[in-house]
């Protein structure tokens, strides 16, 4: 789908009467009339009047006879902020102020009277209240204009079109699985005499296959505009050493609060993630970290919206950041402490050093510069000895499909394609190896004479870093064959579930349960597609929804924003190859609050996901600046 450049839908008949050329604009920006009209839009969701006390705008401004030229709207938009914003307790009539949505998302200083001057009169009369969106329940309200203008404000490029996205390879190694084929032993050639050897690989383009061409897979480190540079006091930094180093480079905005399109060009262009992956870990942040009114995220603790200004009531509270636990940071992370686990002080977002050391101790403490020695196997490891860990130490360890399943395992995949540097064999390709000196300085740390030392917010690519060729990018497909390559190496990380408030009492949700016996563990090991489809179904298109109710109270606008970002890249996946992965009724929900660590947490409140809004209560979280 392309967001950006797509012209926003056209009514039958215009709202506005004669086209009329402003002489003196009154807004400065399109920004300034989006962010009134908004605020307007805000101020009718919530009024419980019809009228349209103390304001200049009524509906006939802008239909029958009374219709005004786009300059006297505007104006009149802006002089009813104005008195509005006097008198909290005036109340905006909400079809009014519908049209205003309306009207500024389909405004601009130039297009608007552009297609203004090509209707005739005879047109234009034909003006009517049918033209706007239902404003009937502003819950239902068709936001996918104002979206696509609030990309373009982003600088949107273009986004993925993921009817392109090709799954040819995974269906054939998808059937290749079924067959008996075993997953994790696909060997590359060793590359002879240079002392080190191609990794065994998991994903399915492998880098390997790619002449090296340093040209193609130079990133800008050193540059004024990408060169490593620390945070700020008011920057916002979070669990993710990917996106601190990001914004520490400058590919994500330096302050920590990035949007859906650069957050998708970013790791696409800096790691190689392939769109339809990188797209659904955006959208997913955007739609419950961030804000899909202007589609900001915030890559840690809660912020202050600023492209649309002061929009955010319609969420309930700020937006949280991806700190928020939960939602999409989990427990048995790598190196950072359970959320809920004793003594962790609700840090769930530091280094904990101890954990890293476990991690160079699988590693055998190898310094030498060059080897290859965090591959996807020692690090999937590391991820089930950090799970057991959590289950004999955590009496509130959960485990959820989303945040839990896909998150922390890929995370800890994420580390060994990601934070690996490439380089050239002696056969001219390219050679993916994660060696000490590298992985130090991902996750910001040291060895120092005391041993080692973290700077928190310090993570860096080193300036001799190399991205592995965009040929070989990692998708969604990849993260269902990591989670069963994890599976492989330890069966407990495919299970969802959770502690029942005591060290070592792990129970795991039945997947025959959960799927209305469509599906069992053995099955979902030994088909790659079976799995893409449950952990869509249970993941992303039971949860979501509920997660929304939770989260805004305006659910129709985030259920849209969903549908088109969110799901689509699952649903493709998981219907690839016209595999019809039918819906099972699986009650996610109310399966997770068996378990008491389910609790969500945002912005220093806490509650169960099935108690919705009610719930909400709870502890204020600390919130991590560097
Ligand atoms: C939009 C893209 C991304 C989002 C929204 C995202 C989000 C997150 C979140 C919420 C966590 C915390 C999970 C937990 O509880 O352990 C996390 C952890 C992590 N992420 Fe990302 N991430 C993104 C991209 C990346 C990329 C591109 C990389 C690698 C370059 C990466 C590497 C990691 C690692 C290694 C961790 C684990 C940190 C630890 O436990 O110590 N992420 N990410």
Request: net charge neutral; aromatic share 8%.
């Amino acid at each position: 789908m392309r967001v950006g450049r797509m012209a926003p839908s056209r009514p039958n008949s215009y709202p506005v009467a004669v086209p009329h050329r402003c002489k003196k604009p009154e807004a400065t920006s399109l920004g300034e009339i989006v962010e009134t009209g908004f605020e307007l839009y805000r101020m009718a969701a919530d009024s419980t009047s019809k009228t349209l006390r103390g304001t200049s705008i009524a509906p006939s401004s802008f239909t029958g006879r009374n219709k005004q030229s786009p300059c006297r709207v505007r104006r009149r938009m802006q002089e009813s902020l104005a008195v509005v914003r006097r008198s909290r307790q005036s109340y905006v009539e909400e079809g009014a102020a519908m049209m205003l949505v309306w009207i500024v998302s389909n405004d601009s200083q130039s297009a608007q009277h552009k297609q203004m001057e090509e209707l005739d009169e005879k047109e234009l009369s034909k003006s009517s209240v049918a033209a706007f969106p239902s404003y009937a329940d502003l819950s239902k309200a068709d936001i996918s204009a104002v979206l696509e203008r609030a990309a373009q404000l982003n600088g949107a490029k273009d986004l993925p079109d993921l009817s392109k996205v090709d799954y040819s390879a995974f269906l054939e190694r998808s059937a290749q699985i079924k067959a008996g084929d075993e997953l994790i032993k696909r060997q590359t050639p060793n590359s002879g005499n240079t002392g080190f050897e191609q990794r065994t690989f998991h994903a399915l383009i492998n880098p390997a296959s790619f002449k090296y061409n340093a040209q193609e897979q130079h990133v800008d480190l050193t540059s004024d505009e990408h060169k490593f540079i620390p945070p700020g006091p008011n920057d916002i930094r979070g669990p993710c050493p990917g996106l601190n180093l990001l914004a520490n480079h400058g590919y994500l905005n330096r302050n920590g609060v990035t949007t859906l399109t650069q957050g998708i060009d970013a790791i696409n262009k800096v790691f190689g993630v392939a769109y339809d992956l990188a797209l659904a870990l955006n959208a997913y942040a955007v739609v419950f970290n961030g804000n899909i009114l202007d589609l900001t995220w915030s890559i840690g603790g809660p912020y202050k919206s600023q492209s649309l200004g002061a929009l955010t009531d319609i969420l309930l509270g700020e937006p949280g950041g991806i700190d928020a636990h939960n939602i999409y940071e989990g427990d048995a992370s790598i190196v950072r402490q359970d959320y809920y686990a004793p003594d962790a002080n609700h840090d769930n977002v530091l280094v904990h050093l101890p954990y890293f050391q476990d991690l160079l101790d699988l590693g055998n403490n190898d310094q030498t510069p060059g080897k290859d020695v965090y591959t996807a196997e020692v690090l999937l490891k590391h991820k089930s000895n950090r799970w057991h860990q959590s289950v004999a130490t955590n009496p509130l360890f959960f485990n959820s499909a989303f945040g839990g399943l896909v998150v922390t395992t890929a995370a800890e995949r994420f580390v060994a394609e990601f934070a690996a540097n490439n380089t050239v064999d002696e056969n001219g390709y390219n050679r993916l190896y994660l060696d000490e000196k590298n992985l130090l300085a991902f996750f910001s740390v040291e060895r120092t004479d005391q041993g080692l030392k973290y700077t928190p917010g310090n993570e860096r690519l080193l300036t001799s870093w190399v991205r592995r060729p965009l040929g070989a990018t990692f998708g969604l497909d990849d993260i269902v064959l990591t989670l069963l390559s994890a599976a492989a190496i330890d069966p407990s990380l495919l299970s969802v579930g959770g502690n029942a408030g005591q060290v070592n009492t792990f129970t795991g949700l039945d997947v025959g349960n959960l799927t209305g016996g469509l599906y069992n563990f053995e099955t979902l090991l030994k088909d790659p597609q079976a799995t893409a489809c449950y952990l869509y179904q249970i993941g992303i298109e039971e949860l979501v929804p509920t997660q929304v109710n939770v989260l805004y109270k305006a659910t129709g606008q985030a259920l849209d924003f969903v549908a088109k970002y969110l799901t689509a890249p699952w649903k493709n996946l998981a219907t690839a190859g016209g595999n019809p992965c039918d819906s099972f009724n699986s009650n996610i929900a109310q399966q997770y609050s068996k378990f008491p660590g389910s609790k969500i947490e945002r912005n220093g409140q806490t509650g169960l996901l099935t108690g919705l809004l009610g719930a909400l209560g709870g502890k204020k979280r600390r919130t991590v600046r560097y």
